[in-house]
């Protein structure tokens, strides 16, 4: 498995991934439409970009064929030393490990490399697949932010799970790739 940089010819695959109303079901609720999806490619690329960089936006690749299959990202917080992990996967790829094996490539960039103390991720209470690979990964529950989130003209709660250094240092290491344009 390959996380490599964003590039803007990739707004196809991202859209097929972003149109589906499975992949969309626990982010926002809707699929985007092909508009949506294009700002929102764009802005993964101008965040590779950004100088310092805060957000860490790949695409989850399968090497041998280039097919995209989703998204991985590390976003930093306001105080650096802590990021938000996020991803997500074209759902003919769910249930084979690929979310779990790219997320675990992220944390092994924000502890060595980025110098973290803490990691955190969130999801919907019934996106169950996603706390799964969180507990994979060694992430702790944390608790559940009650209507902290507005999507779909709801409010909906998260759940949040978190790893520090020190319980990461304890796990497997890493077997997917990294392509970055520039040094973390």
């Known amino acids: 498995m ?12 991202v859209q ?16 985007e439409s092909p508009e949506e999806t294009q700002t929102t490619l764009q802005h993964w690329c ?3 970009r950004q100088q310092p960089r805060t957000a860490y936006n790949f695409a989850v690749v399968l090497p041998a064929t280039g097919q995209i299959l989703g998204r991985s990202g590390l976003y930093l917080n306001t ?6 992990l ?16 790219a997320a675990r490539a992220l944390l092994h960039l924000g502890f060595v490399h980025l ?25 702790r529950y944390e608790g559940c932010l009650r209507q902290s989130h507005w999507a779909n003209d709801s409010w909906w709660d998260k759940v ?9 240092r304890q796990l497997p290491d ?5 392509e970055m344009t520039a040094n973390p």
Request: proline letters at 4%.
């Open 16 to 31: 097929h991934i972003h149109a589906d109303p499975r992949v969309m079901r626990y982010m926002t609720g809707q699929p």
């Open 79 to 84: 105080d650096p030393r802590i990021a938000h």
């Open 160 to 168: 949040v799970y978190a790893i520090l250094a020190e319980e990461w």
């Open 2 to 13: 390959l996380l490599r940089e964003w590039d803007e010819r990739d707004a196809l695959a």
């Open 115 to 139: 110098g973290l103390n803490r990691i955190y991720a969130e999801c919907h209470p019934d996106n169950l697949a996603s706390s799964q690979v969180m507990v994979k990964l060694g992430l």
């Open 174 to 178: 890493v077997t997917c790739r990294i």
């Open 46 to 48: 101008a965040s590779a």
């Open 86 to 101: 996020g991803y997500h996967l074209d759902a003919n790829y769910w249930g084979h490990g690929y979310s779990t094996e």
